[in-house]
């Protein structure tokens, strides 16, 4: 008599197979990098957001700024009207592109220390933005 040993087939790991474009989310607040720090905090303050993506005058991402890297500008009043975001310490490249897996995407965000990083095509254009928490969500197999 033989013995018929079945294996179960191993279970797919949570998250294997996902890219940056399944996780990635819209941005729709943008920023030219000739704006001032005053115009950005304004936006910031008015959509109540945490960050704003910056684009260069052809339209390709240039980076993220965040309120708490305007913060030491915003402390000097007659420094904000006149300092442009590109003269400001943020968030630049490289970013993530869609076609990144996920878990890459993940350990780069990590090792970063990004909460936001945006999404950009093979041309630099913005198509969203990946968000640490999202990410860690859907690699645990998690509804997000």
């Known amino acids: 008599m033989s013995t018929v040993t079945i294996h179960s087939p191993q279970s797919v790991r949570p998250g294997h197979g996902l890219t940056v474009a399944d996780a990635m ?50 402390n000097r009043s007659w420094y904000t009207g006149r300092t442009v975001i590109s003269a400001t310490t943020h968030q630049r490249g490289p970013f993530a592109w869609p076609t990144m897996g996920l878990a ?6 990590r090792v970063k220390r990004l909460a936001v990083w945006p999404v950009v095509d093979e041309d630099g254009y913005i ?5 640490a928490d999202r990410v860690t969500s859907l690699l645990a197999g998690k509804a997000a």
């Open 127 to 131: 198509l969203g933005v990946l968000m």
């Open 25 to 74: 989310d819209p941005c729709d607040y943008q920023i030219a990098d000739d704006s001032t720090v005053d115009q950005a905090d304004d936006v910031l303050r008015g959509a109540h957001l945490d960050y704003l993506l910056v684009r260069d005058h052809d339209g390709r991402c240039e980076g993220l700024v965040t309120r708490t890297g305007l913060h030491p500008f915003l």
């Open 104 to 109: 890459l995407a993940a350990i780069a965000m």
